[in-house]
């Protein structure tokens, strides 16, 4: 089974939903990294017996030495997957480069709308609300040196013209979240995925 390792910030409602359909099943999360240490998600992955690791920026020299830390741990458990689920952190060269096509991020926006630096959580929904767009939803991308310009792997739009604030947006688009994520990383566990430059497709089941 392909080790996985989920990189969280947060509450965790991804992480969650890739315990329940790929943990123990298409795939192994091997360990969760938190860079809170009040982050909920560690508790969920505490509850399914998940390992995890707490990697405060505050105890590292630099950015470089936090993002070697992270490689460090993945390393130790033998991660050959890395998921970002809502980490609000940028990953370094040095660390992209350590798993090449093999890092991926949900992001909850269509891209490339609403995406980039400074666009992460609410932040984005609230532009999606303020421009008054009608149509949003997940998108899961490898992840690159670009911030959330990697090739795109799945996308899934959903309607918010009866979303009547962020928040409702943001309800909207993380239900989508929690089936695209999982299914997107069992079809890597599966094999099923494979990146041709910026071209991914898919192998149908
Ligand atoms: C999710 O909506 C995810 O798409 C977003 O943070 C939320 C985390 O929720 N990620 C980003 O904005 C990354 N740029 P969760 O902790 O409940 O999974």
């Keep these: 089974m392909m080790k996985i390792g989920v990189l969280i910030s947060g509450g965790g409602t991804n992480l969650q939903a890739v315990i329940d359909a790929v943990h123990g099943k298409s795939g192994d999360i091997a360990v969760v990294i938190s860079n809170k240490a009040d982050a909920y998600g560690l508790e969920r992955a505490q509850k399914a017996d998940i390992p995890t690791s707490v990697i405060l920026e505050s105890d590292c020299a630099d950015v470089d030495d936090f993002n070697k830390k992270m490689i460090g741990v993945l390393k130790d458990y033998g991660v050959e997957l890395v998921v970002l689920a809502g980490f609000m952190r940028i990953l370094t060269p040095a660390f ?12 909850p926006a269509l891209i490339p709308s609403f995406c980039g630096e400074g666009f992460y959580g609410m932040r984005v929904h609230r532009a999606i609300f303020e421009y008054g767009a009608k149509v949003s939803g997940p998108t899961v991308h ?5 911030a959330d310009g990697g090739p795109i792997i799945a996308q899934k739009a959903v309607a918010i013209d009866d979303c009547d604030s962020p928040e409702a ?15 997107v990383v069992e079809q890597i566990c599966l094999g099923r995925v494979h990146v041709d430059g910026r071209l991914v497709t898919i192998d149908k089941a």
């Design 142 to 146: 490898f992840v690159n040196e670009e």
């Design 96 to 107: 992209i480069a350590a798993y090449p096509n093999r890092i991926v991020n949900i992001h």
């Design 169 to 183: 947006i943001a309800e909207t688009v993380l239900r989508e979240e929690h089936k695209l994520l999982p299914w």
